[in-house]
């Protein structure tokens, strides 16, 4: 009895990773170019990353083949005159609304950005966080939110969830 037991357990393991769809190919640079371009035909290679634009904000991605990593910036402002209020706002929406975005500081300026490991990437996870952190950029000094989910009944999660949606769909095609 244990032994069919067994033998069905293996069994429906076995047909579940058959019907699971093919894993996507490692990131790496072209790849990630070819998402990038199909999101903005106007994107620029710039040494290790690209240069684009995303719903009329500049965002620059960088890799680092050698650490597997990238990460995706836009600069907000100087970092000079942050009051302690304005770090306390970022860090509260680093654990809860900015999601897989982050506002970061370095070399003077306030940033939104998107670290991620690089060949572990897919395709979804880059646009998204493209998108949120866009959002958190878009949204600094007011919701701080990366747009992908948010608490309440107003107009700013849907809008905001719109950019990711869009992002996705040109994504698609790839």
């Given amino acids: 009895m244990i032994r069919l037991a067994l033998m069905l357990i293996f069994l429906a393991g076995g047909l579940a990773a058959q019907e699971t769809p093919e894993a996507e190919p490692p990131m790496d640079y072209e790849r990630l170019g070819k998402i ?3 999101l ?9 990353g690209f240069q684009l634009t995303v719903s009329d904000v500049p965002v620059l991605v960088i890799t680092d083949i050698n650490a597997d ?6 600069p907000i402002r100087s970092a000079e005159d942050l009051t302690p209020e ?9 654990f809860d609304s900015a999601l897989d975005a982050r506002y970061a500081i370095a070399n ?3 940033w939104a950005a998107f670290i991620h490991p690089l060949s572990p990437l897919e395709k979804d996870q880059l646009i998204s966080g493209l998108a949120q952190t866009v959002n958190i950029a878009k949204t600094y000094g007011s919701l701080y939110s990366g747009g992908a989910q948010q608490f309440g009944g107003g107009d700013s999660g849907n809008l905001q969830r719109e950019l990711i949606e869009d992002l996705l769909k040109k994504g698609e095609e790839i």
């Fill in 36 to 38: 990038i371009f199909a």
């Fill in 40 to 48: 903005d035909p106007e994107a620029q290679p710039r040494g290790p």
């Fill in 69 to 74: 990593r990238m990460r995706a910036m836009v």
């Fill in 86 to 94: 304005d770090m306390h706002r970022m860090m509260q929406a680093n």
């Fill in 108 to 110: 003077g300026m306030l």
